[in-house]
């Protein structure tokens, strides 16, 4: 049986400032050897459903500094499972909703930059 870090709602670029430490020092403490994130790694408020925040960044700005914080995430934890959830599915949600086809969608681990994930 594997020890596994269970990593919940991340929700980048607007993770909490200490998120990334604790789940750190939690796979540290517990001397963990796996790690699972389980949905909602990446936000994606541009491109809700809702209506967007004025103050909020566009959606390409949003996704470079998304990419950016992955990208710490990913330094510490290269290899993870990822279930996708709700905010990180809308790229495909919002594409189906005008009729594009999921096969013109990019994967998930090219999009983000973690290929181990």
């Avoid at 809700?48 to 700005?61: E, R, V």
């Avoid at 710490?72 to 809308?90: L, Q, T």
């Avoid at 009729?99 to 994930?117: H, S």
Wanted: charged share 25%; aromatic share 12%; glycine share 4%.
């Amino acid at each position: 049986m594997s020890r596994v870090l269970v990593i919940g709602d991340v929700h980048e670029p607007v993770a909490h400032p200490g998120y990334l430490d604790f789940c750190l020092d939690t796979y540290s403490q517990w001397d963990l050897e796996e790690v699972v994130f389980i949905g909602d790694i990446v936000d994606h408020h541009a491109i809700s459903f809702h209506a967007a925040h004025p103050n909020c960044p566009g959606s390409d700005d949003e996704a470079q500094a998304t990419l950016e914080a992955i990208h710490k995430w990913y330094k510490y934890f290269p290899e993870a499972k990822v279930c996708i959830g709700n905010h990180d599915a809308r790229v495909i949600r919002l594409a189906e909703s005008v009729n594009i086809p999921k096969r013109f969608i990019r994967d998930y681990a090219e999009v983000w930059e973690t290929p181990k994930w």
